[in-house]
């Protein structure tokens, strides 16, 4: 069982930059593969981006590459999303999940557990 809890989000104009963690409890944080994900309000949860178990590899949704940064840190059991440039149309919910698995995967349901979420809100 993992336990996620993101925090960092808040309000934020357009061009600035924001930094999600997300704190996961249990000792096997490093076994697991870690997403985020958001979801605007009426619309579905989208991917944004995905990092391995060791941090070597990472991938990104189209619509943030280059302008976001997934990264973590398994001694704390902590993975992070650094948000910059930011636009309006990334005002979302922010959800960090967790994927047993051990490929990089931007489909949600292949996640085992998820946090609560942190709202960011980008202001033009």
């Known amino acids: 069982q993992v336990q996620l809890v993101e925090s960092g989000g808040g309000l934020v104009q357009a061009g600035g930059s924001l930094r999600l963690s997300c704190a996961a409890s249990?000792?096997?944080?490093?076994?697991?593969?870690m997403g985020w994900f958001r979801q605007a309000p009426g619309k579905e949860r989208e991917f944004v981006a995905a990092i391995s178990w060791t941090g070597g590899r990472t991938y990104y949704a189209d619509s943030v590459k280059g302008r976001f940064t997934i990264s973590r840190d398994n001694a704390k059991n902590t993975v992070y999303l650094q948000l910059n440039k930011l636009k309006p149309e990334d005002t979302a919910v922010y959800y960090c999940?967790?994927?047993?698995?051990?490929?990089?995967?931007?489909?949600?349901?292949?996640?085992?557990?998820w946090g609560q979420g942190t709202q960011v809100t980008v202001s033009s």
């Open positions: 249990g000792r096997t944080f490093s076994s697991y593969v």
């Open positions: 999940a967790a994927d047993s698995g051990s490929g990089l995967s931007d489909y949600a349901p292949a996640y085992d557990y």
